[in-house]
Structure formats: C-alpha cells, structure tokens
C-alpha cells in the first residue's frame, strides 16, 4: 500500500505550485523525458501516440478542405532567408545556423528552419506561372527548431513538432476566406477533439506574424487561469510574393502577384491538454485522443478464468475502442493509480464476483464515479461513457473559463484580477501600441486577441483614458 501511495503523492499539487504540477505530471505519465542537449525533449511513445491521434484528425479534417501533403527541407540557405526583410528580423533571435560542413567553414550560412516561408515560396516562384495554377494548398508535417532562452516540455522547446500549411491564391478575397477557414478548422478541432475551448480573434499589429498582413488566433485558457496560444492563421497578402517574385498570368493575360497564407498547430497543445483537464492525480485525456481509452484491470487474475474473461472482453471492446489488458503481476491498487495518472478514460475492473454475477465494474476518471454494468450491454455502456466523458471534459474546461474571464474598467482593476484571480482580462484599447506596451510592463500582461464577437465595456482606452477602439483579451500567458 505504501508503494501504490507514493506513486501519487510524487506530483506536486496543482494548488501549491502549478509549474511544479505541471512537470511532475509530464514526467509520471510518461510523456517525455529529457534529452542531452537542453532544452530538447525525447517525446515518449505514450505522449508521441497523443499526437499521432492528433496529427490523424487534423489530417483528415485538411484533406476534407482540398489540402496535399508535402515535405521541404530542413535547412533554408541565409541569401534565401534574407529576401523578406520583416520575416527575417522577426526569428532572427530565435535561429540555428549550421556554420560547417565536416570540417569546411560554409561560404553561407544555412538556418536551421524555424519555420518554412522562404521554402515554400521559392518553390512557388517556380510552378505557378497561370491561374490554372492556382489555389494552391499544401500542408506540411515536420519539426521546427527555435533557440529558446527559457524552455518546458511541450510549451517551449528547442526543437518541437508541428504542422504548418503554406497555400498560394489569384486574389486577395480568396485568400482571406482561407486564413479564417483555417483558423475555424483549429477552432472545431479543439473543442470537438481536445474539449478545449477556445476564443477566435485577430492579434494586435504588435503580435502579428513577422511579415503578415494579418494574424489570427485561438487562445485557450489553462488551469492557473494563464492564456495559452493554440493555433495560428496568418493572411500574407501579396507581401511575400513581392519578394520572392511568385507571379502568374491571369484569365486576361496580365501578370499578377499570388496572395498567399500560412497556418500551424503544434505540439504544445499537448501541453494544454495536461493544463486544462488535469488533476492532482495526474494527466486527464479526452477519449478522443486517448492512446488507451478502455484499461482492463483483472481482480485477483491469479484465480481460475479471471484472465481468460478478461482477454474476451478485451477481444470484444478492440472493435469499439482503444482498448489495454493489463495482465503485469502488479497489484491492482498500483495499477489504479498509474492508469489514473496515464489519464486513461475508462477503467474496467473484472475478478471473480463479477464473473459470478454476469457484470463489470467500470470507473470513469473525469470524475471517479464508478458504475456496474451487465456484460451483455458492455458494448454499449462503454460507448455511452465516452461520448459522456468527452462532452463533460468540455462542459467544465467552458465552466472554468468563463468562471476565470473577468471585465475591467481602469487600470487599477485591471492590475487587481491579474494578481487575486488571474484569468482571462477584456479591456478597451485605444489601437496605440503604446498603450499595449504600458499594459505589459506594469503588469507582465499581453493582448491575446482582438475577439470577433466584440463588447463595449466603456468608451474609453483602459490605459490612457482615449476613445477606444476595441475590446481586447488580456492575459498573462505561456
């Protein structure tokens, strides 16, 4: 017993020092461990399976909207990397560059991609000549890398996994329409998926992507009431293809410049998963992007039939679910506790007396509640719990969210909800990044987003007491 407690007790509550939670809970559900290099993390199979669900339905959901897969390479040479002026200033801080080949200095630099512009336009410039060309929708599946001065497994890494969509199109209209179709892409995928909610909004000029015309966004809101960026949709305009020369002819024989947009996901949404619906037992996944979402615990496996009834229901569950025997010799108050850390939906505990009975015991980990089910409606029940579960990780992450999103008037407010019950902040704006820039060095708070669905609070700026321009999302974030 001894043993089965401290499995739990090793995590830090979430109550007494979330970022300590936050990495025990990372580390006891076996998600990553760390790597040599700092700031690098190995991705464990429990936590890479995580996000092969993800990478899977997100996939799908590109696919279904006309996008094609494709793969560029990982090093971007300087000359090409320095053609659009405001993109380059913008991750200049952040890249790697390769220097030598073996043991020969390189005549120019290579970057190390922090993201992929530049390659995606370059190979534009060179097969889009006519409208017949056009749209153009690529996806791409690959790792990034950004040296980070301050890191965290999957919130920030040096090296991290993503997706990052590059799509070229004959007008402004057409291009617009595919940033914000993309962005509510994210948006569905989120709460349908990973049961977060999430705001939808336009960044400020200040947090725009380098080189955009426009940013959009979906912010989501984690346990200790901190913001966090879950997805971006980026509308370029003709900017890059100025640039880069990505020109076609049009239906009248006159050159045109494409208009083009970029949008990525990451793997610091796993990250959100472990911040918005975990517990101070552990991790808690939404059955959709449960590696396991069925465990089977056999009750005192060593008796005869117990495991041989196991295994059938195992056989039976494998046609509806992600399903796990666990047939270890570990006891089973161990085996509780770390598929309680795993966050796995539903356990199912089966030993003699159910046998006896014709039942089950099946335990749902959103909530603990534990419910006897008839064998011959297994099927069923379990399917009913984890539309339940999933439905009901979303009700409370919406509860949590809107319980943490405050009003503030003055600055004074403002800076008081920031430091008692941190959350979500809206505030009037005046548009002056001034006014921006004051906000977050008196109080370490960033505009997350220029919602769509707009409110006026006051008339007037939060800052410096002029008309106001919008209502704006604040909020200290990862």
């Not at 979430?14 to 993390?41: H, I, N, R």
């Not at 190979?123 to 791409?140: F, G, M, V, W």
């Not at 003055?410 to 009037?428: H, Q, S």
């Not at 006051?458 to 410096?464: A, G, P, R």
Request: charged share 30%; proline share 4%.
């Amino acid at each position: 017993m001894a043993q089965e407690k401290k499995f739990v007790e090793s995590i830090t509550d979430m109550e007494v020092d979330f970022p300590q939670w936050y990495t025990d809970v990372v580390k006891k559900a076996d998600l990553t461990d760390y790597s040599s290099l700092k700031g690098c993390m190995i991705i464990r199979p429990y936590g890479y399976a995580i996000w092969e669900l993800i990478q899977k339905n997100l996939d799908e959901r590109f696919k279904a909207t006309g996008h094609e897969n494709v793969y560029m390479p990982m090093f971007i040479p300087e000359g090409l990397l320095q053609k659009e002026k405001d993109h380059v200033e913008g991750f200049a801080p952040e890249v790697a560059w390769v220097t030598h080949g073996g043991e020969k200095k390189l005549e120019e630099r290579i970057c190390v991609r922090p993201t992929s512009e530049t390659l995606f336009c370059e190979h534009y410039a060179n097969i889009i000549q006519s409208y017949r060309d056009l749209p153009k929708l690529y996806n791409q599946w690959c790792s990034v890398v950004r040296w980070e001065k301050t890191t965290r497994p999957f919130l920030r890494t040096m090296e991290f996994l993503w997706q990052e969509g590059h799509t070229a199109h004959a007008t402004a209209e057409e291009a617009q329409e595919e940033t914000i179709r993309m962005l509510n892409v994210y948006a569905d995928f989120c709460r349908e998926v990973l049961a977060i909610p999430v705001i939808k909004g336009e960044k400020t000029a200040k947090e725009r992507f380098a080189g955009a015309k426009a940013t959009y966004t979906i912010e989501s809101l984690m346990h200790d009431g901190k913001s966090l960026q879950s997805g971006t949709s980026h509308n370029f305009g003709d900017g890059f293809a100025r640039a880069f020369g990505i020109q076609y002819t049009d239906k009248d024989n006159q050159l045109q410049y494409v208009h083009q947009t970029s949008w990525g996901f990451t793997t610091r949404m796993i990250g959100a998963i472990i911040m918005v619906h975990g517990d101070n037992s552990g991790l808690v996944l939404p059955p959709a992007v449960a590696p396991t979402q069925v465990v089977i615990i056999p009750i005192a496996q060593h008796k005869e039939g117990v495991l041989e009834k196991a295994n059938k229901l195992a056989g039976r569950l494998s046609s509806i679910c992600r399903v796990k025997l666990d047939d270890t010799d570990k006891s089973a108050g161990w085996k509780f506790s770390e598929y309680e850390m795993k966050g796995v939906p539903l356990r199912l505990e089966i030993g003699p007396k159910d046998m006896e009975k014709n039942q089950a015991v099946l335990a749902r980990r959103d909530t603990g509640e534990k419910i006897i089910v008839s064998l011959n409606e297994l099927e069923t029940k379990v399917e009913q719990l984890l539309r339940e579960i999933q439905a009901n990780l979303l009700k409370k992450a919406e509860e949590r969210r809107d319980s943490k999103t405050y009003t503030a008037k003055d600055m004074d407010e403002f800076e008081r909800i920031l430091n008692e019950t941190p959350g979500f902040i809206k505030a009037m704006w005046c548009g002056d990044q001034a006014c921006e820039d004051a906000i977050k060095e008196r109080t370490a708070a960033t505009s997350r987003c220029i919602p769509f669905e707009q409110e006026e609070i006051s008339d007037t700026c939060i800052c410096c007491g002029k008309k106001a321009k919008h209502m704006v999302y604040w909020g200290r974030a990862y």
